[in-house]
């Protein structure tokens, strides 16, 4: 399958779904499809990279943050701080880029 960070690519959207519940929301998988919340809940994989309610969320992990979409080519560029610095990665979608962005700034290397 190919990705929207990258045409082509290797990295599907569930994947990158994935790794933003366990490694930026703190989630636990449990099973195929489900995933224990930091606190507690059991839960579905949410739609991280697709759905801006979903990707939402994931701003309330870091203090500051901003996003900026350029007209011309569509690209949207995140920018969390986290940890004292400042994390930047772009998506073609407002959704990935947030995603990219926040895996980034956790340290996790997602595959162009």
């Not at 995933?35 to 507690?40: I, L, M, P």
């Amino acid at each position: 399958m190919s990705s929207v960070a990258n045409p082509g690519g290797p990295m599907d959207l569930r994947a990158i779904d994935r790794l933003v519940a366990e490694h930026v929301m703190g989630w636990t998988h449990y099973d195929r499809s489900r995933w224990f919340t930091s606190h507690g809940y059991e839960m579905e994989l949410p739609f991280f990279s697709e759905e801006i309610d979903d990707a939402w969320a994931i701003t309330d992990r870091f203090g500051s943050w901003s996003m900026k979409r350029d007209r011309d080519s569509g690209v949207t560029t995140v920018c969390f701080e986290h940890d004292g610095n400042k994390h930047y990665d772009q998506g073609v979608t407002p959704c990935l880029a947030i995603c990219l962005c926040a895996l980034r700034a956790k340290g996790v290397k997602v595959p162009p």
